[in-house]
């Protein structure tokens, strides 16, 4: 009986790492999309990465919180309930068609995202034999990389219609004409970002209606010290823990992380409109697809990879390919860039799970507060696109995907500072 319940369980929080993973790789669609319908620049249209990301950024601890006192179920339904009322929130922000409205509910729907990932991960390693633990979160796992996936092709297909404007076009129509032709573009979310909060809500309504075994934390009570304490000795010990060097390296490298990834796959459809020649639906439906489903293999192939090759020596080399891919990116216009993208998808695929485990290693009984700190890194995402974006509108494009060298030369860095690193416990990935 204990065994079936556990599956169900399984099932239904497994389901959780599809949710997030889908609606965090709409972003490449969303933003070519939302800049297009609400005509912004490439710097405004970033802020959907800055909305998603900081919201990453601000949620883990108070979801913590909120999960020492109701629970990991407690904490799923809330996170649930958020993600569903921002994907609701899109209806409304697309028949006003207002930006600020479009951030606001992708903001609540990745506070959502972030109290579902904060509980899921640790919620699939307890649920069950501790020695199969690293084989269920790698399931779960496998479908968030599903999500990363379809997700840009459903956005393609639902989202996207192919039709831009140039500004000669805009000009020659009438206000009217304009308006009518922005409107239709912004309403074309209303309708998945609907069916999404209703699948949504229908896995809340089951999660609810299920006896979920609780799981308490083996050192639950160190957690709880930790959390209940008053901000001022919190921040206390945030302070010491950034005095070690191994783990202030880390959260940068991961800073770096996140943002390279955010910026390198969320102006892939731009750039492959302006600098390769392609249309918005071809770069949707077949290349952004092809990039996300490299990054999926190359987790598979990286994770098989480490059990004959140091992870370390593995992230060294993966982050050396990344700063090549993208130099002949840049020297080479055409299609070789975007395939040159897509290499560059797949060796980022490793990244976010080996620089979260150097970065935590040997802080023992503080591991949880870094972990939230490395994590917190993720802040660059928020960050990173802006900046590409800034350059993409005062110089061009190509050149603002110059900006990820820097990040990935830094994880480089960082690799080979940890070369005498033999052995690594890699943990589940972003």
Same mark, same amino acid.
């Given at each position: =009986?204990?065994?079936?319940?556990?599956?169900?369980?399984?099932? *239904?929080?497994?389901?959780?790492?599809?949710?997030?993973?889908?609606?965090?790789?709409?972003?490449? #669609?969303?933003?070519? !999309?939302?800049?297009?319908?609400?005509?912004?620049?490439?710097?405004?249209?970033?802020?959907?990465?800055?909305?998603?990301?900081?919201?990453?950024?601000?949620?883990? @601890?108070?979801?913590?919180?909120? =999960?020492?006192?109701?629970?990991?179920?407690?904490?799923?339904?809330?996170?649930?309930?958020?993600?569903?009322?921002?994907?609701?929130?899109?209806?409304?922000?697309?028949?006003?068609?207002?930006?600020?409205?479009? *951030? #606001?509910? *992708?903001?609540?729907?990745?506070?959502?995202?972030?109290?579902?990932?904060?509980?899921?991960?640790?919620?699939?390693?307890?649920?069950?034999?501790?020695?199969?633990?690293?084989?269920?979160?790698?399931?779960?796992?496998?479908?968030?990389?599903?999500?990363?996936?379809?997700?840009?092709?459903?956005?393609?297909?639902?989202?996207?219609?192919? /039709?831009?404007?140039?500004?000669?076009?805009? /000009?020659?129509?009438?206000?009217?004409?304009?308006?009518?032709?922005?409107?239709?573009?912004?309403?074309?979310?209303?309708?998945?970002?609907?069916?999404?909060?209703?699948?949504?809500?229908?896995?809340?309504?089951?999660?609810?209606?299920?006896?979920?075994?609780?799981?308490?934390?083996?050192?639950?009570?160190?957690?709880?010290?930790?959390?209940?304490?008053?901000?001022?000795?919190?921040? !206390?010990?945030? #302070?010491?823990?950034?005095?070690?060097?191994?783990?202030?390296?880390?959260?940068?490298?991961?800073?770096?992380?996140?943002?390279?990834?955010?910026?390198?796959?969320?102006?892939? @459809?731009?750039?492959?409109?302006?600098?390769?020649?392609?249309?918005?639906?071809? #770069?949707? !439906?077949? %290349?952004?697809?092809?990039?996300?489903?490299?990054?999926?293999?190359?987790?598979?192939?990286?994770?098989?990879? =480490?059990?004959?090759?140091?992870?370390? /020596?593995?992230?060294?080399? %993966?982050?050396?390919?990344?700063?090549?891919?993208?130099?002949?990116? %840049?020297?080479?216009?055409?299609?070789?860039?975007?395939?040159?993208?897509?290499?560059?998808?797949?060796?980022?695929?490793?990244?976010?799970?080996?620089?979260?485990?150097?970065?935590?290693?040997?802080?023992?009984?503080?591991?949880?507060?870094?972990?939230?700190?490395?994590?917190?890194?993720?802040?660059?995402?928020?960050?990173?696109?802006?900046? =590409?974006?800034?350059?993409?509108?005062?110089?061009?494009?190509?050149?603002?995907?110059?900006?990820?060298?820097?990040?990935?030369?830094?994880?480089?860095?960082?690799?080979?500072?940890?070369?005498?690193?033999?052995?690594?416990?890699?943990?589940?990935?972003?």
């Amino acid at each position: =009986m204990a065994k079936n319940k556990n599956l169900v369980a399984l099932i *239904l929080v497994t389901s959780l790492f599809f949710i997030w993973g889908f609606a965090l790789n709409l972003n490449p #669609v969303l933003i070519p !999309h939302l800049k297009k319908a609400c005509q912004l620049t490439d710097f405004q249209s970033s802020w959907v990465d800055s909305a998603s990301y900081f919201a990453y950024f601000l949620l883990p @601890i108070p979801a913590a919180r909120f =999960m020492q006192r109701y629970g990991y179920k407690g904490g799923i339904l809330l996170g649930l309930v958020l993600f569903a009322t921002g994907a609701f929130l899109f209806f409304p922000a697309a028949a006003v068609r207002n930006y600020a409205f479009f *951030l #606001v509910a *992708l903001f609540v729907v990745f506070s959502g995202a972030a109290f579902l990932e904060t509980a899921a991960n640790p919620y699939i390693t307890r649920l069950g034999d501790p020695e199969t633990a690293e084989q269920r979160i790698n399931f779960s796992q496998s479908f968030n990389g599903l999500a990363a996936t379809l997700g840009p092709w459903v956005g393609g297909v639902f989202i996207l219609s192919g /039709k831009t404007l140039t500004p000669e076009q805009e /000009k020659a129509m009438s206000p009217g004409q304009l308006n009518s032709y922005l409107n239709n573009e912004a309403s074309s979310v209303q309708i998945p970002y609907v069916i999404i909060g209703l699948v949504v809500l229908l896995v809340a309504f089951l999660i609810w209606r299920t006896s979920l075994p609780e799981i308490e934390d083996t050192d639950g009570q160190l957690q709880n010290n930790v959390i209940s304490e008053q901000p001022a000795s919190l921040l !206390h010990q945030i #302070v010491e823990l950034l005095r070690i060097k191994q783990l202030r390296k880390g959260i940068i490298a991961q800073f770096f992380y996140v943002g390279a990834q955010a910026g390198v796959l969320g102006f892939f @459809i731009r750039y492959g409109e302006r600098i390769a020649g392609m249309s918005e639906i071809t #770069v949707s !439906h077949y %290349y952004l697809p092809g990039a996300t489903a490299c990054f999926l293999v190359g987790r598979f192939a990286g994770t098989a990879l =480490m059990r004959f090759i140091n992870p370390v /020596k593995l992230l060294l080399f %993966y982050c050396a390919m990344n700063v090549l891919l993208l130099i002949v990116a %840049y020297l080479v216009a055409g299609p070789v860039s975007v395939f040159a993208f897509m290499g560059v998808a797949f060796f980022m695929s490793i990244m976010f799970p080996t620089v979260f485990s150097l970065s935590i290693r040997g802080l023992g009984a503080r591991t949880k507060l870094g972990s939230s700190l490395v994590i917190m890194g993720i802040v660059g995402g928020a960050t990173i696109p802006p900046i =590409m974006a800034l350059v993409s509108d005062h110089i061009n494009i190509r050149v603002a995907y110059l900006i990820p060298i820097i990040c990935f030369a830094y994880i480089l860095y960082f690799a080979y500072g940890n070369l005498k690193v033999k052995k690594l416990e890699v943990v589940a990935g972003h």
